[in-house]
Protein backbone atom coordinates (compact mmCIF):
# COMPACT_ATOMS: atom_id res chain seq x y z
CA UNK A 1 0.00 0.00 0.00
CA UNK A 2 1.58 3.25 -1.06
CA UNK A 3 0.68 6.37 1.22
CA UNK A 4 -0.42 9.38 -0.65
CA UNK A 5 -1.51 13.01 0.72
CA UNK A 6 -3.61 16.03 -1.03
CA UNK A 7 -1.39 19.06 -1.28
CA UNK A 8 -3.89 21.95 -0.10
CA UNK A 9 -4.95 24.35 -3.27
CA UNK A 10 -5.36 27.63 -0.82
CA UNK A 11 -3.10 29.39 1.43
CA UNK A 12 0.21 29.84 1.45
CA UNK A 13 1.16 26.98 -1.40
CA UNK A 14 5.41 27.47 -0.90
CA UNK A 15 4.77 26.61 2.34
CA UNK A 16 2.86 23.80 1.44
CA UNK A 17 5.48 22.31 -0.85
CA UNK A 18 8.21 23.05 1.53
CA UNK A 19 6.51 20.61 4.33
CA UNK A 20 6.10 18.12 0.70
CA UNK A 21 9.36 18.35 1.34
CA UNK A 22 10.06 17.10 4.44
CA UNK A 23 7.15 14.45 4.13
CA UNK A 24 8.76 12.46 0.74
CA UNK A 25 11.71 12.32 3.39
CA UNK A 26 9.51 10.72 6.01
CA UNK A 27 8.74 8.02 3.62
CA UNK A 28 5.58 9.92 1.87
CA UNK A 29 5.07 7.94 -1.99
CA UNK A 30 2.59 10.86 -3.66
CA UNK A 31 1.39 14.19 -3.39
CA UNK A 32 -1.78 15.27 -5.03
CA UNK A 33 -2.25 18.83 -6.75
CA UNK A 34 -5.53 19.82 -6.42
CA UNK A 35 -7.39 22.67 -8.97
CA UNK A 36 -10.37 24.07 -8.83
CA UNK A 37 -10.85 27.71 -9.56
CA UNK A 38 -7.97 28.90 -7.82
CA UNK A 39 -3.82 28.17 -9.01
CA UNK A 40 -3.68 25.95 -11.76
CA UNK A 41 -2.67 22.24 -10.91
CA UNK A 42 0.53 21.63 -13.66
CA UNK A 43 2.45 24.99 -12.22
CA UNK A 44 2.20 23.77 -8.65
CA UNK A 45 3.54 20.34 -10.24
CA UNK A 46 6.39 21.82 -11.95
CA UNK A 47 7.57 23.86 -9.21
CA UNK A 48 6.99 20.63 -6.46
CA UNK A 49 8.91 18.04 -9.13
CA UNK A 50 12.01 20.98 -8.90
CA UNK A 51 11.92 20.82 -5.24
CA UNK A 52 11.37 16.91 -4.67
CA UNK A 53 13.61 13.91 -6.08
CA UNK A 54 10.93 10.63 -4.97
CA UNK A 55 7.80 11.34 -4.42
CA UNK A 56 5.14 10.90 -7.32
CA UNK A 57 3.69 14.42 -7.91
CA UNK A 58 -0.55 13.51 -9.04
CA UNK A 59 -2.90 15.58 -10.35
CA UNK A 60 -6.37 15.60 -8.55
CA UNK A 61 -7.74 16.88 -10.59
CA UNK A 62 -7.46 18.39 -14.22
CA UNK A 63 -10.95 18.91 -15.11
CA UNK A 64 -11.66 17.29 -18.40
CA UNK A 65 -13.79 20.32 -20.04
CA UNK A 66 -11.02 23.00 -19.33
CA UNK A 67 -8.23 21.65 -21.77
CA UNK A 68 -8.02 19.92 -25.13
CA UNK A 69 -7.50 16.04 -25.07
CA UNK A 70 -3.99 17.31 -26.49
CA UNK A 71 -3.00 19.89 -24.46
CA UNK A 72 -3.65 17.76 -21.29
CA UNK A 73 -1.39 15.13 -23.49
CA UNK A 74 1.23 18.01 -23.68
CA UNK A 75 0.92 18.91 -20.09
CA UNK A 76 1.49 15.04 -19.10
CA UNK A 77 4.66 14.75 -21.21
CA UNK A 78 5.79 17.86 -19.80
CA UNK A 79 5.49 17.32 -16.25
CA UNK A 80 7.00 13.67 -16.81
CA UNK A 81 9.75 14.99 -18.08
CA UNK A 82 10.77 17.53 -15.30
CA UNK A 83 9.84 14.96 -12.99
CA UNK A 84 12.21 11.77 -14.26
CA UNK A 85 8.93 9.96 -14.60
CA UNK A 86 7.01 10.68 -11.43
CA UNK A 87 3.83 12.08 -12.90
CA UNK A 88 0.47 10.86 -12.46
CA UNK A 89 -2.70 12.98 -14.24
CA UNK A 90 -5.72 12.35 -12.56
CA UNK A 91 -9.00 13.40 -14.61
CA UNK A 92 -12.43 14.61 -13.85
CA UNK A 93 -15.28 16.09 -15.11
CA UNK A 94 -15.90 18.34 -12.22
CA UNK A 95 -19.17 19.70 -12.33
CA UNK A 96 -21.38 22.16 -13.82
CA UNK A 97 -21.43 24.94 -11.44
CA UNK A 98 -17.26 25.69 -12.02
CA UNK A 99 -17.58 24.53 -15.48
CA UNK A 100 -20.10 26.36 -16.89
CA UNK A 101 -19.98 29.21 -13.98
CA UNK A 102 -16.05 29.73 -14.29
CA UNK A 103 -14.77 28.14 -17.63
CA UNK A 104 -18.38 28.74 -19.70
CA UNK A 105 -18.09 25.68 -21.00
CA UNK A 106 -21.28 23.68 -21.78
CA UNK A 107 -21.32 20.56 -19.21
CA UNK A 108 -22.07 17.71 -22.01
CA UNK A 109 -21.17 13.93 -22.24
CA UNK A 110 -18.93 13.12 -19.72
CA UNK A 111 -18.80 9.64 -19.97
CA UNK A 112 -17.68 10.20 -23.68
CA UNK A 113 -15.29 12.87 -23.30
CA UNK A 114 -13.54 11.12 -20.18
CA UNK A 115 -13.03 7.83 -22.42
CA UNK A 116 -12.19 10.13 -25.72
CA UNK A 117 -9.17 12.27 -23.68
CA UNK A 118 -7.66 8.91 -22.36
CA UNK A 119 -7.33 7.26 -25.77
CA UNK A 120 -6.40 10.91 -27.18
CA UNK A 121 -3.62 11.02 -24.24
CA UNK A 122 -2.23 7.48 -25.05
CA UNK A 123 -1.80 7.97 -28.97
CA UNK A 124 -0.06 11.32 -28.38
CA UNK A 125 2.64 9.98 -25.84
CA UNK A 126 2.86 6.33 -28.02
CA UNK A 127 3.85 8.65 -30.94
CA UNK A 128 3.63 5.87 -33.12
CA UNK A 129 1.64 7.95 -36.15
CA UNK A 130 0.16 11.63 -36.39
CA UNK A 131 -2.95 12.06 -34.61
CA UNK A 132 -6.07 11.31 -35.95
CA UNK A 133 -9.45 10.48 -33.75
CA UNK A 134 -13.08 10.23 -34.37
CA UNK A 135 -14.98 10.16 -31.80
CA UNK A 136 -18.78 11.50 -30.33
CA UNK A 137 -16.72 14.60 -28.99
CA UNK A 138 -13.74 15.15 -30.35
CA UNK A 139 -12.61 14.61 -34.26
CA UNK A 140 -8.73 15.39 -34.71
CA UNK A 141 -7.95 16.82 -37.39
CA UNK A 142 -11.09 19.30 -37.23
CA UNK A 143 -13.19 18.53 -39.89
CA UNK A 144 -12.91 21.01 -42.65
CA UNK A 145 -16.45 21.78 -42.40
CA UNK A 146 -16.24 22.98 -38.90
CA UNK A 147 -12.75 25.40 -39.84
CA UNK A 148 -10.20 26.19 -42.04
CA UNK A 149 -9.96 22.78 -43.56
CA UNK A 150 -5.88 23.16 -43.11
CA UNK A 151 -5.78 21.08 -40.24
CA UNK A 152 -3.63 18.26 -40.56
CA UNK A 153 -2.07 15.34 -38.37
CA UNK A 154 0.92 16.02 -36.22
CA UNK A 155 3.21 14.03 -33.69
CA UNK A 156 4.34 15.45 -30.05
CA UNK A 157 7.08 17.02 -31.25
CA UNK A 158 9.51 15.89 -27.96
CA UNK A 159 9.85 12.18 -27.43
CA UNK A 160 7.93 11.78 -23.72
CA UNK A 161 9.69 9.94 -21.03
CA UNK A 162 7.18 7.46 -20.69
CA UNK A 163 4.86 5.86 -23.14
CA UNK A 164 2.01 6.07 -21.35
CA UNK A 165 1.44 7.96 -18.15
CA UNK A 166 -0.80 7.21 -15.52
CA UNK A 167 -4.03 8.30 -15.72
CA UNK A 168 -6.62 8.25 -12.98
CA UNK A 169 -10.02 9.54 -13.04
CA UNK A 170 -12.14 11.02 -10.38
CA UNK A 171 -15.77 9.13 -10.24
CA UNK A 172 -18.97 8.19 -7.99
CA UNK A 173 -21.60 6.98 -10.27
CA UNK A 174 -22.16 4.14 -11.42
CA UNK A 175 -21.36 4.58 -15.05
CA UNK A 176 -18.34 6.79 -14.34
CA UNK A 177 -16.54 3.81 -12.20
CA UNK A 178 -17.24 1.49 -14.34
CA UNK A 179 -16.11 3.40 -16.88
CA UNK A 180 -12.83 3.92 -15.02
CA UNK A 181 -12.69 0.63 -14.11
CA UNK A 182 -12.63 -0.42 -17.52
CA UNK A 183 -10.11 2.13 -19.36
CA UNK A 184 -7.94 4.41 -16.52
CA UNK A 185 -5.12 3.41 -14.51
CA UNK A 186 -6.18 4.34 -11.42
CA UNK A 187 -9.22 5.33 -9.66
CA UNK A 188 -10.30 8.58 -6.99
CA UNK A 189 -12.93 8.24 -4.94
CA UNK A 190 -13.99 11.18 -2.56
CA UNK A 191 -15.69 10.29 0.66
CA UNK A 192 -14.95 6.51 0.74
CA UNK A 193 -16.12 4.17 3.11
CA UNK A 194 -14.46 1.22 3.07
CA UNK A 195 -17.08 -1.20 4.33
CA UNK A 196 -20.09 0.41 2.09
CA UNK A 197 -17.27 0.56 -1.00
CA UNK A 198 -18.77 -3.21 -2.46
CA UNK A 199 -22.36 -2.42 -2.10
CA UNK A 200 -22.34 1.44 -3.68
CA UNK A 201 -19.85 0.38 -6.16
CA UNK A 202 -19.01 -3.24 -6.13
CA UNK A 203 -21.22 -4.56 -9.70
CA UNK A 204 -19.87 -1.24 -11.24
CA UNK A 205 -16.13 -2.11 -10.70
CA UNK A 206 -16.71 -5.72 -11.56
CA UNK A 207 -18.79 -4.94 -14.75
CA UNK A 208 -15.78 -2.75 -15.73
CA UNK A 209 -12.84 -5.01 -14.84
CA UNK A 210 -14.51 -7.55 -17.08
CA UNK A 211 -14.08 -5.65 -20.07
CA UNK A 212 -10.63 -4.05 -18.96
CA UNK A 213 -7.10 -4.16 -20.98
CA UNK A 214 -4.95 -7.16 -19.16
CA UNK A 215 -1.92 -4.97 -20.26
CA UNK A 216 -3.28 -1.89 -18.13
CA UNK A 217 -2.40 -4.27 -15.21
CA UNK A 218 -4.69 -3.73 -11.62
CA UNK A 219 -6.92 -0.66 -11.44
CA UNK A 220 -4.98 1.24 -8.75
CA UNK A 221 -7.21 2.66 -5.93
CA UNK A 222 -6.20 6.35 -3.67
CA UNK A 223 -8.81 6.68 -1.40
CA UNK A 224 -8.79 7.54 2.40
CA UNK A 225 -9.50 10.44 4.73
CA UNK A 226 -8.10 12.48 7.79
CA UNK A 227 -6.16 10.82 10.20
CA UNK A 228 -4.91 11.25 13.95
CA UNK A 229 -4.74 9.30 16.71
CA UNK A 230 -6.28 10.50 19.91
CA UNK A 231 -8.80 9.70 22.61
CA UNK A 232 -11.89 9.84 24.09
CA UNK A 233 -13.18 13.50 23.59
CA UNK A 234 -10.59 14.31 21.95
CA UNK A 235 -11.23 11.93 19.32
CA UNK A 236 -14.46 13.80 19.19
CA UNK A 237 -13.00 16.92 18.66
CA UNK A 238 -10.78 15.82 16.04
CA UNK A 239 -13.48 14.22 14.13
CA UNK A 240 -15.71 17.28 14.56
CA UNK A 241 -12.83 19.18 12.30
CA UNK A 242 -14.02 16.91 9.04
CA UNK A 243 -17.77 17.82 9.05
CA UNK A 244 -17.44 21.05 7.81
CA UNK A 245 -15.74 19.27 4.82
CA UNK A 246 -17.93 16.43 4.27
CA UNK A 247 -21.17 19.23 4.60
CA UNK A 248 -19.87 21.40 2.08
CA UNK A 249 -19.23 17.90 -0.35
CA UNK A 250 -22.71 16.71 0.18
CA UNK A 251 -24.58 20.21 1.31
CA UNK A 252 -22.72 22.80 -1.34
CA UNK A 253 -21.18 21.07 -4.34
CA UNK A 254 -23.99 21.34 -6.49
CA UNK A 255 -27.24 22.53 -6.42
CA UNK A 256 -30.54 20.19 -5.72
CA UNK A 257 -30.67 17.23 -7.74
CA UNK A 258 -27.33 17.95 -9.39
CA UNK A 259 -24.74 16.82 -6.26
CA UNK A 260 -22.84 13.62 -6.91
CA UNK A 261 -21.42 14.24 -3.28
CA UNK A 262 -25.38 13.97 -2.34
CA UNK A 263 -26.25 11.19 -4.27
CA UNK A 264 -23.48 9.13 -2.60
CA UNK A 265 -24.28 9.81 1.00
CA UNK A 266 -27.69 9.10 -0.34
CA UNK A 267 -26.15 5.65 -1.69
CA UNK A 268 -24.25 5.26 1.22
CA UNK A 269 -28.02 4.83 3.47
CA UNK A 270 -28.01 8.28 4.54
CA UNK A 271 -30.85 9.76 2.38
CA UNK A 272 -32.15 11.65 5.42
CA UNK A 273 -29.55 12.93 6.49
CA UNK A 274 -28.15 14.03 2.79
CA UNK A 275 -31.38 16.03 2.55
CA UNK A 276 -31.49 17.76 5.84
CA UNK A 277 -27.38 18.84 5.08
CA UNK A 278 -28.40 20.03 1.55
CA UNK A 279 -31.27 22.20 2.71
CA UNK A 280 -29.39 23.62 5.56
CA UNK A 281 -26.41 24.27 3.41
CA UNK A 282 -28.13 25.96 0.57
CA UNK A 283 -30.12 28.12 3.22
CA UNK A 284 -26.90 29.34 4.53
CA UNK A 285 -27.11 27.55 7.70
CA UNK A 286 -23.33 25.99 7.48
CA UNK A 287 -22.98 25.00 11.12
CA UNK A 288 -25.77 23.33 11.16
CA UNK A 289 -25.20 21.72 7.97
CA UNK A 290 -21.85 20.38 8.96
CA UNK A 291 -23.72 19.30 13.06
CA UNK A 292 -26.15 17.00 11.05
CA UNK A 293 -23.79 14.81 9.18
CA UNK A 294 -23.86 11.32 10.69
CA UNK A 295 -21.32 10.27 13.29
CA UNK A 296 -21.09 6.92 11.70
CA UNK A 297 -20.43 8.68 8.35
CA UNK A 298 -17.61 10.79 9.81
CA UNK A 299 -15.88 8.03 11.64
CA UNK A 300 -16.13 5.83 8.53
CA UNK A 301 -14.76 8.00 6.33
CA UNK A 302 -11.61 9.31 8.58
CA UNK A 303 -8.86 7.32 10.00
CA UNK A 304 -9.35 8.57 13.77
CA UNK A 305 -8.88 7.49 17.32
CA UNK A 306 -6.52 5.32 19.44
CA UNK A 307 -3.42 3.85 17.28
CA UNK A 308 -4.66 0.78 17.07
CA UNK A 309 -8.21 1.66 16.09
CA UNK A 310 -6.42 3.66 13.65
CA UNK A 311 -4.43 1.02 12.28
CA UNK A 312 -7.88 -1.51 11.81
CA UNK A 313 -9.29 1.71 10.12
CA UNK A 314 -6.34 1.22 7.67
CA UNK A 315 -6.62 -2.37 6.76
CA UNK A 316 -10.29 -1.73 6.14
CA UNK A 317 -9.33 0.54 3.47
CA UNK A 318 -6.61 -1.98 2.34
CA UNK A 319 -9.13 -4.37 2.25
CA UNK A 320 -11.21 -3.01 0.28
CA UNK A 321 -9.12 -2.62 -2.38
CA UNK A 322 -7.08 0.73 -1.61
CA UNK A 323 -3.96 0.88 -3.24
CA UNK A 324 -2.91 4.08 -2.29
CA UNK A 325 -3.91 5.20 1.39
CA UNK A 326 -4.86 8.98 0.93
CA UNK A 327 -4.35 10.67 4.27
CA UNK A 328 -4.62 14.10 5.65
CA UNK A 329 -3.07 14.54 8.70
CA UNK A 330 -4.60 16.40 11.59
CA UNK A 331 -1.27 17.14 13.80
CA UNK A 332 1.57 20.10 14.59
CA UNK A 333 3.91 16.88 13.53
CA UNK A 334 2.44 15.81 9.99
CA UNK A 335 6.20 14.51 9.29
CA UNK A 336 5.91 12.45 12.76
CA UNK A 337 3.43 10.87 12.25
CA UNK A 338 3.56 10.15 8.60
CA UNK A 339 6.71 8.14 9.57
CA UNK A 340 4.45 6.77 11.94
CA UNK A 341 1.93 4.96 9.71
CA UNK A 342 4.67 4.44 6.84
CA UNK A 343 6.06 2.40 9.71
CA UNK A 344 2.51 0.38 9.72
CA UNK A 345 2.81 -0.40 6.23
Not at 29 to 41: I, K, L, N, P
Not at 210 to 227: F, H, V, Y
Request: hydrophobic share 40%; proline share 7%.
Amino acid sequence: MHLSMPMGYSGDIKQSVDQVVELEKAGLDTVWVAEAYGYDSPTLMGYLAARTERVTIGAAIIPLYTRTPSLIAQTAAGLDYLSDGRAIIGLGASGPQVIEGWHGVPYTKPLARTREIIEICRSVWARETPLTHEGKVYTLPLPAEQGTGLGKPLKIINHPVRPSIPLYVAALGEKNVELTAEVADGWLPHLFIPEKAASVWGASLAAGRAKRDPGLGELQIAAGGMIAIGEGPETKKLLDFARPTIALYVGGMGAKGKNFYNSLAQRYGYEEAAATIQDLYLAGKKDEAAAAVPDEMVELINLVGPESYVRERIEAFREAGVTHLNLIPATDDPVALVEKVRSWL
